[in-house]
């Protein structure tokens, strides 16, 4: 059985909502356990240390922060970390992942983009951000704030001060520099510059972007409910700011058994 089931597509590809249901949560599990070390760590960093960067020293940081955050900062990580296990997969390219879920310096949220991926194919980069929460928190508001965090990044890259955006591109190429061997690390780095300069000289042009959010629901909540989604991406379709969406849809026990996932993988105690 699949991870995840698709629920729709737009046409040309423009939205996907996808939903988790309870039965697929052992794969899930397994591609987490697949993925988690490099996801956390950066491969490159993984490979050049495999001692150090274990897939059980990411269960247990990604617990110790999850064990101290409140219940927003909770839902937003495994959100997060689904997007990050789960997206490649869903894309309609090759997708490949130029972020990390911990960030360089303390292990902590990182300063930078969600969830940024490479197109190999098309050699260029897809900016993303993911924000989540419970259903009974209106989906189209993490819709629009996906969308409000993601244009004020490409909107204030020219600005002073704490406004600036433009360190999330420096953020950016930290972390390729962890993730990626030096060659691809060069190109990606290339690649990072090229866009920031080219969103600040011309701020109308379309951006290569993915809004993606992720609504856990009680045992109750309709997996299979779209419309308010479509609604709230067809009308910011019409803006045509941004490329595509994505948003999936899973029970609020999927994230309380991720969380018990990574206690029990990290060998966490109390």
């Not at 059985?1 to 309870?22: D, R, S």
């Not at 949560?25 to 760590?41: N, R, S, T, Y």
């Amino acid at each position: 059985m699949p991870i995840y089931e698709q629920i729709i597509t737009h046409t040309g590809g423009k939205y996907k909502v996808i939903k988790i249901a309870q039965n697929n949560l052992l794969d899930l599990k397994e591609l987490i356990k697949e993925h988690l070390a490099d996801v956390c760590f950066g491969a490159e960093g993984v490979r050049i240390e495999p001692d150090t960067y274990t897939y059980v020293e990411a269960c247990r940081q990604l617990y110790s922060n999850l064990d101290r955050y409140d219940e927003v900062k909770r839902y937003g990580l495994v959100g997060e970390l689904l997007m990050h296990v789960l997206v490649p997969g869903v894309l309609d390219f090759e997708a490949q992942s130029m972020s990390m879920v911990l960030a360089l310096q303390n292990q902590n949220i990182k300063p930078g983009f969600d969830l940024n991926f490479h197109d190999r194919n098309q050699k260029k980069i897809w900016y993303g951000e993911v924000k989540s929460g419970l259903n009974h928190n209106d989906r189209k508001e993490l819709i629009t704030r996906a969308r409000n965090g993601l244009r004020n990044y490409f909107d204030n890259i020219d600005s002073t001060g704490e406004k600036s955006t433009s360190y999330r591109w420096d953020a950016a190429k930290h972390e390729v520099a962890v993730i990626f061997a030096a060659e691809e690390r060069a190109t990606l780095s290339q690649l990072l510059t090229s866009d920031r300069t080219s969103i600040s000289t011309n701020s109308n042009k379309r951006k290569n972007a993915i809004l993606m959010t992720v609504s856990f629901g009680d045992s109750s909540y309709g997996l299979n409910t779209t419309q308010d989604i479509e609604d709230s991406i067809n009308d910011l379709i019409r803006l045509n700011c941004f490329d595509d969406y994505l948003v999936i849809n899973a029970h609020k026990q999927t994230f309380d058994d991720i969380i018990d996932f990574l206690k029990i993988e990290g060998q966490c105690d109390e």
